[in-house]
């Protein structure tokens, strides 16, 4: 049966992704059925918001994106993630970092196994190695499901990496991340080399699939990662829309000097569609962040938050 999704309308919130150092202090345990999951697939992850994500860094990448030396926590991190459904069951979504080799192969690995993939598509361009984006999707027991996905896993990143590009610049200096956050209205994570990401969850948009809650942590979320000087850096992001918000943010993006790099669906069978759009650009961090401000200004009914 096709899957549905139920999407009410509700206010725009931003939401946001760092705790404090008292929530800190009080992160949920993760459940001894998902700390299983982490302990047979051999990963890392968290729990939070009554979600397991499960981390898939590329770091044995080093990717240039139009000359620019760019770390991983910029934008290889892939992940899967569990949200606990009815009748003891999970839903699983993920988005797999891939080199154009692995596509195939890891695609055949999800399909032979009794799971899903939603959308391939790019994040960038002029990047070298080049990269893809795999989503999946399953829905069973947790175990079951992260069973199924291990094959896939399995083959990311197994193979010679690519050799890095010559000649490529790292971006250094100070970042005022304070200034970015004001800018974009949202506080972000200092993550490491230098990546400052700030992620803004749908909360106007509440999502269910079989019961399970797909919020921010299962990919239901703007987001924006700076790297570089206040000077001189780079982000990338992707904003999640509804169809009337999409031309927007487009046109948000580009009278900032934003470059739009893909539009897309990641899930399958939602209604109303949630789309998808991923954008890179270079220049003074806080225009940057300007930029990215307007473009979170058509979301929903932030216009009203000002």
């Given amino acids: 049966m096709r899957r549905r999704f139920a999407l009410p309308a509700l206010a725009f919130t931003l939401v946001a992704t760092v705790a404090t150092v008292a929530d800190a202090q009080q992160a949920p345990q993760i459940p001894a059925p998902y700390d299983a999951i982490l302990s047979m697939l051999n990963r890392q992850g968290d729990f939070a918001d009554g979600v397991l994500k499960v981390n898939i860094p590329r770091a044995d990448l080093k990717v240039v994106v139009d000359g620019v030396a760019t770390p991983t926590p910029f934008g290889y991190g892939g992940w899967i993630a569990f949200s ?24 055949s690995a999800v399909l032979d196994n ?60 100070p970042l005022d991340t304070g200034r970015l956050a004001t800018i974009v209205g949202q ?18 948009i509440a999502m269910k ?25 780079v982000v990338a992001g992707d904003v999640a829309m509804l169809d009337t918000e ?27 569609p949630v789309i998808f759009l991923h954008y890179w650009g270079r220049g003074p961090a806080q225009k940057l962040a300007t930029g990215v401000r307007a473009a979170v200004d058509q979301l929903g009914h932030a216009k009203a938050t000002h």
């Fill in 209 to 233: 699939e079989m019961g399970a809650t797909i919020n921010s942590r299962m990919g239901l979320n703007t987001w924006a990662a700076f790297v570089g000087s206040d000077n001189d850096a």
């Fill in 84 to 107: 606990h459904a009815d009748a003891g069951m999970d839903v699983m979504m993920g988005d797999l970092v891939l080199t154009e080799r692995e596509v195939n192969p890891v695609m």
């Fill in 114 to 173: 009794g799971l899903e993939v939603t959308a391939l598509h790019n994040h960038f361009f002029y990047e070298q190695p080049r990269i893809f984006y795999m989503h999946v999707h399953g829905h069973g027991t947790a175990m079951d499901v992260a069973k199924r996905i291990k094959p896939a896993l399995d083959l990311i990143g197994k193979g010679t990496p690519p050799a890095p590009a010559a000649g490529a610049r790292n971006l250094e200096g």
């Fill in 246 to 272: 999409v031309n927007g943010v487009l046109k948000a993006l580009r009278a900032n000097g934003i470059d739009v790099v893909a539009i897309h669906h990641h899930m399958i069978g939602s209604r109303p």
């Fill in 187 to 204: 506080k972000g994570d200092q993550l490491a080399a230098g990546v400052y990401k700030i992620t803004i969850g749908r909360s106007d």
